[in-house]
């Protein structure tokens, strides 16, 4: 009797921590309806002066207004449609529709810049996607460029970078 209490206590705590880990499990950590590959993964960027190190989008910086920049995506779409925030601070979504579902595929976007309209500066960001645990679609790897210098390259750990200019 006493082994069966035993056997019977063991079958229970390795069924309840087989549910408790499991992904998809009553206790499941994945999120559901929540998420969303798109809206969850964008990136945020400054432009800091190579000499002074201040962000030249802030307000109150006189080099460039932060009103007249505009951001344009490869098919010159509008990715920038309101002034920049006055903390100088830039936050673009790079994911499209169609990214949704490609997984393990290098994916290249390219970014217009304009300052005052005349001076012209690119923004290329390849990106790799993969599945997780919960079938989710994430990023598995992210590389920004800035007029030519890389400032992000390789598995995802932040997703903001500040650029010289």
Known sequence: ??????????????????????????FSKCRRDDYSFIAENGFSFGILDKNTKENILAYGQITYNYDTLQLYD????????EPVPGNGIIDM???KEEDKGVINQLTNRRFYMYFNYQDVDTIDIAFEAQKNKCKEQILKSLKVSYNDSIYLDGPIEK???????
């Open 74 to 81: 490869e098919n010159w779409n509008a990715v920038l449609i």
């Open 93 to 95: 979504r790079f994911l």
């Open 1 to 26: 009797m006493k082994n069966l209490k035993l056997c019977t206590a063991f079958i229970a705590l390795a069924s309840c921590c087989t549910i408790i880990s499991c992904d998809e499990g009553l």
């Open 159 to 165: 997703y903001y970078a500040y650029f010289l200019k």
